[in-house]
């Protein structure tokens, strides 16, 4: 049974490490495109008027980026349903990064608040532990496939660039020109005689 269920936890270790690496990697971009736009004033009020509303109604605000979006998750998905496999991944991919931007944003100026919960903060403790959890789980799996590949992949690829290499300083005298010196050739004498 454990056999059977160890792939599962993988797969769900997996997704868990994405949504924390998107959340890494999308938080900035959020912030820079926050600069950017010249919003740190907008920020700074909106960090205000949460500072003077209680806990819950702060948890309200963290929700708001995943109701608004939840719109477009929607058509994601009738695209799928109409047929539409490209359109509704990009709908959904589009969804996904800019929920993930939009909570982390937010999150960063709600957290004080939300800290105040108890609740909350054992849920973040969870999520926490559950990272911790995911990466105990993955790393060692990434750690053989590293290896596997530089023992299978990396050769390989050594040996295809040192031909690649071969195949563009040769020139004339090279590979290269050798075959297109015997393509000529073959061809010359592949035409047939013509009567005089």
């Not at 996904?96 to 108890?118: C, E, H, N, Y």
């Not at 299978?152 to 040769?170: C, K």
């Amino acid at each position: 049974m454990r056999r059977l269920t160890k792939p599962l936890w993988i797969l769900l270790a997996l997704v868990f490490l994405l949504e924390a690496w998107l959340w890494d990697h999308v938080r900035p971009l959020i912030a820079r495109l926050v600069v950017l736009i010249a919003w740190p004033a907008l920020r700074a009020r909106i960090a205000a008027a949460i500072a003077r509303l209680p806990p819950y109604p702060t948890l309200l605000v963290f929700l708001v980026p995943v109701l608004l979006l939840l719109p477009l998750k929607l058509l994601g998905v009738w695209m799928f349903a109409h047929g539409h496999l490209v359109g509704g991944i990009a709908v959904l991919a589009l969804a996904k990064v800019t929920s993930v931007g939009a909570t982390a944003f937010v999150f960063d100026v709600t957290r004080p608040k939300l800290m105040q919960l108890a609740w909350f903060r054992r849920l973040s403790d969870l999520v926490l532990r559950g990272l911790a959890w995911a990466h105990a789980l993955i790393d060692p799996v990434k750690a053989e496939l590293r290896a596997w590949a530089a023992h299978t992949i990396a050769p390989a690829m050594r040996r295809l660039r040192r031909l690649a290499r071969r195949l563009r300083a040769g020139g004339r005298s090279g590979l290269v020109g050798r075959m297109l010196r015997l393509r000529r050739r073959l061809r010359r004498h592949g035409q047939p005689k013509t009567a005089r």
